[in-house]
């Protein structure tokens, strides 16, 4: 028997998937620290001793060297900084940890079976991403692709042989997430706005690298609204804010108005009531008590407003009150859109499966 030795490297498979998931775990605490890289290394550090990330074959040290030699961060006038491949690279890791969890038979995922609606196939090939219609799978090309990789001796299907003609939407999607970034988002002891700004991440690359026929635009709200680009998204921050949906949905529907024929729908995510808009001499107005008809009635306006554009709002809310139910039920019954009272654990999985759901549906 002849054995073949190869030269040692530094990095065995093992310590690859070692190093990926430091990257994952880095990439995580970069969204807690708002993209700040030292503090994120500082928390790094600090759990490296409490959990023992780092030993002889990785040191704390060697990993930060890892993140300069990717190119993930780098040195800019004495500080270290988040780099645009790192900024991607959060994307990604979100992304990844998304579908993570999402099962392939989820609950109310359907693809549609409308003839002239929908999607066409084309001639040309790809490889299978998630989403992708096991019906429009090239098997001669995905039984080529197994023989090539394995012996001939066996046949070892992965998703990475699958290929599938490429299909083009008739109908593509522009989407508003709106963020609420109220002082709620990170009071009474619960994290809320982390995995806010995941999902707002994640839905990125899943739009850039997936749907890039499709339109996303961030949208984050507190005493007034603003448009927030994607590679801000790390360093986005809370408060101390009201809650000013009105201001947020009126900017939201704005934007959509200059989208044209595309599908249009507004992702909302909050934790709380309406409790400011501004009087129409510009001034705010202010009442975080109880539910302020005067409040609630302009933001109900608003959503009316949307659903006579054609616009859909899903509203995703990730606090439990009871009182704000019946708020959530007006709202939505004015839109006619959808809502969900989510955990924040599953948020990312609630919001993918709902976007792809209507991409195919």
């Not at 074959?57 to 780099?83: H, R, W």
Request: charge should be neutral.
């Amino acid at each position: 028997m002849k054995v073949q030795y190869s030269k040692w490297k530094p990095w065995s498979l093992t310590d690859d998937e070692r190093l990926e998931n430091m990257f994952a775990l880095f990439s995580y605490l970069l969204i807690q620290t708002d993209g700040d890289v030292e503090d994120a290394l500082n928390w790094l550090e600090k759990l490296s001793v409490e959990y023992q990330l780092f030993d002889d074959n990785l040191s704390f040290s060697e990993f930060v060297d890892e993140l300069k030699k990717k190119g993930y961060i780098a040195k800019k006038n004495g500080q270290l900084i988040l780099t645009a491949k790192g900024n991607s690279r959060i994307r990604t890791d979100s992304l990844a940890k998304i579908f993570s969890g999402l099962k392939l038979d989820t609950n109310g995922y359907h693809e549609t079976n409308k003839s002239g609606n929908g999607i066409e196939r084309l001639s040309e090939l790809k490889y299978f991403s998630f989403g992708d219609n096991l019906s429009n799978v090239d098997m001669t090309s995905t039984i080529k692709n197994v023989y090539r990789r394995t012996n001939p001796s066996g046949f070892n299907l992965t998703e990475d042989d699958i290929e599938v003609f490429e299909t083009e939407h008739l109908s593509s999607c522009a989407t508003v997430l709106m963020i609420d970034i109220s002082h709620s988002m990170v009071l009474y002891g619960e994290d809320r706005i982390t995995p806010a700004k995941e999902v707002a991440l994640g839905l990125a690359e899943l739009i850039i690298s997936r749907y890039k026929k499709d339109k996303l635009n961030i949208v984050v709200f507190g005493d007034d609204a603003k448009e927030v680009d994607i590679k801000d998204l790390p360093f986005l921050s809370v408060g101390p804010f009201h809650t000013n949906t009105k201001a947020g949905l009126k900017l939201s529907r704005n934007i959509l108005k200059r989208k044209g024929r595309f599908n249009k729908q507004i992702f909302m995510i909050t934790d709380g009531k309406p409790s400011a808009i501004f009087t129409d001499d510009g001034r705010l107005y202010k009442n975080s008590f109880g539910l302020d008809p005067r409040i609630v009635n302009k933001t109900l306006d608003e959503a009316v407003k949307c659903r006579r554009e054609g616009i859909r709002i899903t509203t995703f809310m990730v606090a439990q009150d009871y009182y704000l139910r019946d708020f959530i039920n007006e709202f939505t019954k004015a839109n006619n859109g959808h809502a969900y009272f989510s955990d924040l654990n599953r948020l990312g999985q609630m919001i993918f499966t709902d976007y792809i759901r209507r991409k195919n549906g």
